[in-house]
């Protein structure tokens, strides 16, 4: 008990599994890749693997880490977003309540995971009895949102998102309402920078299908690293939540990450975390 678990979705971009897992590998006790059993969307389309991929998988693990968990993760008769809720659920149930549950989607690159866990374990007590202690870890996006010509574009400001928890009584996704805890880390998110195709293909089939507004792609499409300073609201669902863009000149992950490790105007504050954490236990405090 007590182990760095980290669960990950095997699905139809599993090819960014390439980026996501290694950030991870040392630090973790254990893997886990969750895959529906018939190869189905959470929409219930059908997708291939490449085998290919699984040789890369055989080579990579040479610590024996990695186990591909199978099961059946959709229902016709939930909603997209309900079957995620249910597979991350099913997922973390997998990796063990008592360990730290921590999921990890395969266009998520953390920068520093190290220092993830080494923050992270400052909090161990947590895992003693997790029913009656539920906390639930943020870290911080930076979020990719499209590949131009000669770099990429991204948004602007860190955005928090949730990666850990003690306890999985998920209600959306990965979240679970209870209290959080902020940690100093940032996670590349690749979110909608995909090709075209590959983009509509999630649109159809990701846990927010229904909730996409209907302008965003056709802005998605039009946007590029000349004209992105004249144009305002990028988000998928509410388009203000992404005000701006901001302009790296590089594709390259590691190119990437060493601007977001040096960028003063990326970094998150001392003070921001502690005022974030002190809201956190006050609001929870008498709860």
């Known amino acids: ?73 959709y229902i016709p008769e939930l909603t997209t977003i309900e079957n995620d809720t249910r597979e991350r659920t099913m997922l973390s149930h997998k990796m063990g309540i008592g360990n730290w549950l921590i999921q990890v989607d395969s266009d998520e690159y953390f920068i520093d995971f190290e220092k993830f866990i080494t923050d992270l374990r400052k909090y161990d007590s947590y895992l003693d009895e997790p029913e009656k202690h539920k906390i639930q870890i943020f870290a911080f996006w930076l979020i990719i949102y499209k590949y131009t010509e000669n770099g990429i574009l991204y948004i602007d400001k860190p955005q928090k998102s949730v990666f850990a928890t003690n306890y999985p009584n998920y209600k959306i996704a990965r979240r679970t309402n209870e209290r959080v805890i902020y940690l100093d880390s940032m996670v590349l998110h690749e979110s909608v920078a995909r090709s075209e195709s590959e983009l509509r293909f999630k649109l159809e089939n990701w846990s927010h299908n229904i909730d996409v507004n209907k302008d965003f792609l056709n802005k998605w499409i039009s946007v590029n690293e000349n004209n992105y300073q004249s144009m305002t609201d990028f ?31 990326l970094k998150i504050t001392k003070f921001y975390l502690w005022k974030k954490n002190f809201g956190q236990w006050f609001k929870f405090l008498f709860k």
């Open 1 to 73: 008990m007590k182990k760095i678990h980290v669960g990950f979705l095997l699905s139809y971009d599993y090819e960014l599994l390439k980026y996501s897992l290694p950030p991870v590998y040392q630090a973790a006790d254990r893997i886990f890749l969750a895959r529906d059993k018939e190869l189905r969307t959470w929409k219930g389309q059908n997708f291939t693997i490449d085998p290919a991929f699984y040789d890369w998988l055989k080579a990579f693990d040479v610590d024996h880490k990695i186990e591909i968990y199978e099961d059946d993760f």
């Open 235 to 265: 988000y998928y669902i509410e388009p203000e939540r992404w005000k701006k863009l901001s302009y790296f000149p590089t594709k390259k992950i590691e190119e990437i990450k060493h601007y977001v490790a040096t960028s003063e105007n």
